[in-house]
């Protein structure tokens, strides 16, 4: 099934005679949302081929990572670890409940044991007490789930000019710069301030994937709202209008603020006139829960969220 393309019509489009639309990534499975099913996939398929029974990753208390891959675990028969960074917190967050609901055991890091989940010695650890271990690092970026990326682009059969997508590690951005090799213009949004440093991370996965440096995309860092999962009254405005005028539900850490970067950029005459811009919908939505929870939101309710 192909993805949904969703064009938006709104005044100021039609005033800049520039095209947007949505693709809709996050309807793509019904329980492992957008990009995060495009990062597991061919990880779930080395996993299974190679005999491993249970998934070992890494995560915030919030993450739509751990989410995912507690889904998979369960859909696909896998046992499922995840590492929380911090303390454990009771009642468990709607984010870990969903995990813990799928099977996922959940397993609490001190803030500076966190800090070691890339090194290898760590990891060799930790992996002795899981039988047959795969393991996915955190926010699930290596080449495999670079692979699973260039699917976005390489389904898609609308014509488009450039591509703006969210960035957290720069997986899914390195994915679609693989995929289109060469071809429009593709602008990554990091949702992490200082998003800088993904400039040479996603140069290293393109070419740790395809051989190749491209230079046809670009990172706009001046979206992040003050860091990660952070926001400002302006932003949740944004989001809320935008759900009432186009019907979709963004969410707050990655698409929200990614699509108000986009019509920013449209407001400052960024594209030329008559460009065919697509904003892909990575998903997320999970997150709304634990975040209207934390951050008393009123909006969006229960009957948005689903
Ligand atoms: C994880 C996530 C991202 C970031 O993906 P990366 O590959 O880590 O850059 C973007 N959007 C949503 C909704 C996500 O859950």
Redesign the pocket.
Known sequence: MPVLLQPLSDPLLTHKGVELAVLREDLLHPRIP???WR?LKYNLQAAQEGGCETLVTFGGAFS??IAAVAAAGKEFGFSAIGYIRGEETLPLNPTLAFATGCGMQLRYLSRSDYRLRQDTRFQAEILKSAPKPYLLPE?G?NLLAVKGCTEIVTELTAPWDMLCV????????AGIVAGAAGKGKIIGFP?LKGGEFLRDEVTELVQAYTGRTYHNWELQTGYHFGGYAKHTPELLAFIQTFHQRHDILL?P???GKMLFGVFDLIRQDYFPGGTRLIAVH???QQGWAGYAQRYGLAWPTADIIK
């Open positions: 957008g990009n995060k990062k739509n990572h926010g970026t969210a960035a957290g590690t720069g997986g899914t951005l949702a969410d850490v990655y698409t990575t998903g997320g």
